[in-house]
């Protein structure tokens, strides 16, 4: 039996490293404050389309139940967590809410993304308020530091800005313009220069003109950096990008820069916008985020905006892979062996007294030789062998598995010299 195309099962070890992810990001979201909540894997399909228009269909799971309602399966946590707040029409604000699950996309399948894949998520609900976007990307950097991961960076931008430039380009202020052109800057990474302009200038669009609006979505670097390359002071974003670059700066996030080419592909983002980047490794954003106070007004209320971040966790762990992550240290399992079936009663109740105590055990109940479980312990700290004449004397052998030093120690004494 085949599984549908993209998708796949999670075996131990991967499943292990998402959980490894998760703890990590579990611990963040603990110390910035978020509270953990998940929003239902199933919406109507009116409230996805409310995001993103009727294309949306294009990219999503979505079906007719049994109640002839249309409905679909989440593609983000972003809708559902902002549907959510919308709702809460109590809700103490700012509202700093986290998740961490599964989603649904009917995307092409490449490295490191299926059609169900893992997703972390973090959102801010409340007034319009640049710390609180430094505080998404804060969140962004310190989580990926807690990973471990390094040689990152985090470029931001603002839509305003990027917009602004575009307008003063083509002399008007055309949303289907500015649209087609934002488009046009999120394809530079996946697509070449010559690409983008010949498939623009069947649009309709100048090659001068998108040649421009390319050179300009090239430059990155500080904000004096920046304004040495294009005076970009009087566009409408300016004072608000170098307002959080200075706050990011006070929160002791270095690895950060302005790139005017960082847009994000979503018409709803209406703010400052940025994706962090593996520079060792060549897979795309590692995460994307953003302000979008569009979205809760789609959804009824104009008294409160929203910014966040969301990441996929798959991508992460192929970052981590390539920098020779350990995921985590050996975890402190004990093996329990038996020499044979005259002391397996007794190692039994050994591993039973230990997990009593919460120590991860291991023991083979299938009655192998201690050659066979020894081999099968490779992966604890401990083992802890139960042999007839030891035993008869209130003896067990304690070996470490790191260094293969033994010594012999009373059972009573067992949990004292593991600790």
């Known amino acids: 039996m085949d599984l549908p195309r993209g998708m796949k099962d999670f075996e131990n070890n991967e499943f292990s490293k998402i959980e490894f992810v998760r703890e990590k990001f579990l611990e963040t979201s603990k110390i910035f404050g978020y509270k953990l909540m ?10 996805l389309e409310a995001k993103s228009g009727e294309s949306i269909k294009d990219d999503i799971y979505f079906f007719t139940d049994k109640g002839e309602r249309e409905i679909a399966l989440r593609f983000d946590f972003t809708v559902g967590l902002t549907r959510y707040a919308v709702s809460q029409k109590s809700m103490k604000l700012p509202a700093k809410i986290s998740a961490f699950g599964g989603v649904w996309r009917y995307d092409e399948p490449q490295k490191g993304r299926y059609r169900f894949f893992h997703q972390w998520d973090i959102e801010i609900f409340g007034n319009t308020n640049l710390e609180y976007d430094a505080e998404i990307i804060e969140f962004t950097s310190k989580f990926f530091s807690n990973l471990g991961l390094e040689n990152l960076s985090i470029d931001l931008s603002h839509r305003k800005l990027v917009q602004s430039y575009i307008n003063e380009i083509f002399q008007e202020d055309n949303q289907q313009i500015v649209f087609d052109m934002l488009r046009a800057v999120d ?16 649009k309709g669009y100048s090659p001068d003109k998108l040649e421009k609006i390319i050179e300009f979505s090239e430059i990155t670097g500080t904000p004096s950096e920046i304004l040495d390359k294009i005076d970009v002071s009087c566009f409408n974003g300016w004072d608000e990008i170098t307002s ?22 979503l018409d709803y983002y209406s703010g400052i916008v940025f994706e962090a980047f593996d520079n060792t490794f060549d897979i795309g954003a590692l995460v994307g985020g953003g302000r979008y106070d569009s979205l ?31 995921f985590k240290e050996l975890e402190k399992r004990i093996s329990v062996l038996y020499v044979n079936d005259e002391v397996k009663d007794h190692a039994i109740n050994i591993a039973s007294s230990l997990r009593d105590k919460g120590i991860p055990v291991d023991i083979d109940l299938s009655g192998k030789s201690l050659k066979k479980q020894m081999e099968q312990s490779v992966n604890s700290k401990f083992a802890v062998i139960v042999a007839p004449n030891e035993f008869s004397s209130g003896m067990i052998v304690l070996r470490n598995m790191l260094d293969r030093s033994e010594k012999q120690v009373k059972i009573e004494d067992l949990m004292s010299e593991l600790s």
């Open 296 to 326: 809760p007004e789609a959804f009824g209320r104009t008294d409160f905006g929203a910014t966040g971040v969301a990441g996929g966790v798959e991508r992460i762990i192929l970052a981590l892979e390539n920098q020779n992550s350990k």
């Open 187 to 202: 394809k530079i990474q996946k697509k070449s220069k010559q690409e983008i302009i010949s498939e623009y200038e069947k």
């Open 38 to 47: 998940e929003p239902s894997p199933i919406e109507s399909l009116s409230t």
């Open 244 to 265: 959080v670059y200075n706050s990011l700066k006070n929160r002791n996030v270095n690895n950060i820069q302005i790139n005017l080419g960082i847009v994000r592909g």
